[in-house]
Each structure stands twice: as C-alpha cells, then as structure tokens.
C-alpha cells in the first residue's frame, strides 16, 4: 500500500533548540513529498515540497528537509524552535501513478518557553 | 483573490438529515479535493475532481456525493448524515490535472457535529 508514516505524534521541544518530526513513506514508485503545517483552528499551509529536484529542500520559516531514498525518508528540521512553530504538522506523499495525496497521522508540535 | 472558501463554518445536524457543504476557489484551478480530518487519523481523502465534469473517490467515500458543473464549485453533500460523520472537513484546491507535484491550497474547514 501506498502511505506515509509519522513517527512521532507527539514532539515537545524548548524554545531555542532545533526540532525533528520524522516522516517514512512506503513505494517502489518516485514520490512527491510535502510537508504542511497546521495551526489550530486553521486551515493547511505548505511548509515544503519535495518534486525530484533538490534532496535539500527549504521551506518557510526556517524549516528544511532532506529526501533520503536510501531511507525512504523526508524528515523536517529546524535549527532553533520559536514559540510560534507550535502546530500540527501533516507529511503528505503523493505518487506519479496517481492522483491522490496521501497524509500522515501528523506530528503535534509543542514549543516550551 | 479570496483564495478557496468554504461555508458553512459550523454546522450540527440530526442523524438523517442531508445537507450539502460548500467550496469554491478562485485560482482557476483544476484539481479540487475534499478531505475529513478526525483526531489521530491525519486528514482522508473523500473525493476528488480533476477538472468540471470529472470527478472520482478518495479513500473514504461511503455517504458522501459530489459534482463538479463549474471549475470554480466544488460541493460535498451528505445523503443521510450519521454520527460517524462528525468530522472537520477541509477542501483544497491544486493548479494542474497532475496532482503529484503541485501545492494544494485549503480552505478554512466546516466543523460538522451529527446527533
């Protein structure tokens, strides 16, 4: 099956030091990977997108990820967590077979002061 | 541009009654989706359209219609609300036929309770 798997659903970090979300997707296929966050009460935003160019991708905010297909992973980084980085956070893979998106469980991120 | 819009923002229904959620966007996009987000479950896919006219399901279909008569309109309706309808429901938008690649752009959600 095609899916994408969030390791942790849960990540508190204190203000200051770097975050990690962990996301694993599933196929043999070429993947597209996003990374969406979701503030509460709101609506999606994309942080990022991985689309087969650049394994180093950057995104708003600070945020970077890296493609890993050794790994088949595209995990989230940010060096210094700010308390306005406390969110959800969805990773999103979609497929060149298809045409759906396929999300995560999500990651929610909390940001001790 | 107002981006993708939705209404109502909150609705509580009875079980049985129908009801038909509204999205639109205005970016002249041809790819338009619905989702529901339940806690611990991330978002899933209902039903999705690639362009007017064309439409197909998502991963959690059953209880749900849609149509899609205009590029701009995307509505969700619910035939016979249940309980297990109680949902957020999102509907995004994306540029191109291709969904692979492209950014989705969501709207602001409907808070759906069924009693």
């Known amino acids: 099956a095609q899916s994408v798997t969030q390791l942790d659903s849960h990540v508190s970090v204190s203000e200051g030091t770097p975050v990690l979300l962990r996301c694993n997707y599933s196929?043999?296929?070429?993947?597209?990977l996003f990374w969406y966050v979701q503030h509460p009460n709101k609506g999606l935003q994309l942080l990022l997108k991985?689309?087969?160019?650049?394994?180093l991708v950057k995104g708003i905010n600070g945020f970077e990820a890296e493609f890993k297909k050794s790994e088949t992973s595209f995990h989230l980084t940010k060096p210094s967590a700010h308390m306005s980085d406390a969110a959800e956070y969805f990773c999103?893979?979609?497929?060149?077979?298809?045409?759906?998106?396929?999300f995560g469980t999500g990651t929610s991120l909390t940001v001790i002061p | 541009n107002a981006g993708v819009t939705q209404t109502p923002k909150f609705q509580v229904l009875k079980t049985g009654q129908s009801m038909t959620l509204q999205c639109a966007q205005d970016?002249?996009?041809?790819?338009m989706s619905w989702y529901r987000q339940d806690p611990g479950m991330g978002l899933r896919l209902i039903h999705y359209?690639?362009?007017?006219?064309?439409?197909d399901q998502g991963e959690v279909p059953n209880g749900y219609n849609v149509s899609r008569s205009t590029t701009e309109d995307f509505p969700l309706r619910l035939l016979s609300a249940a309980p297990s309808q109680t949902s957020v429901y999102f509907c995004?938008?994306?540029?191109?036929?291709?969904?692979?690649?492209?950014?989705?752009?969501f709207g602001p959600g409907t808070r759906l309770t069924v009693l």
């Open positions: 995004a938008s994306s540029r191109g036929l291709a969904a692979r690649t492209d950014t989705q752009y």
């Open positions: 196929s043999s296929y070429s993947p597209s």
């Open positions: 991985y689309t087969s160019a650049a394994t």
């Open positions: 999103v893979v979609s497929y060149v077979t298809g045409n759906q998106f396929y």
């Open positions: 970016m002249n996009h041809e790819y």
């Open positions: 359209s690639v362009g007017a006219g064309i439409t």
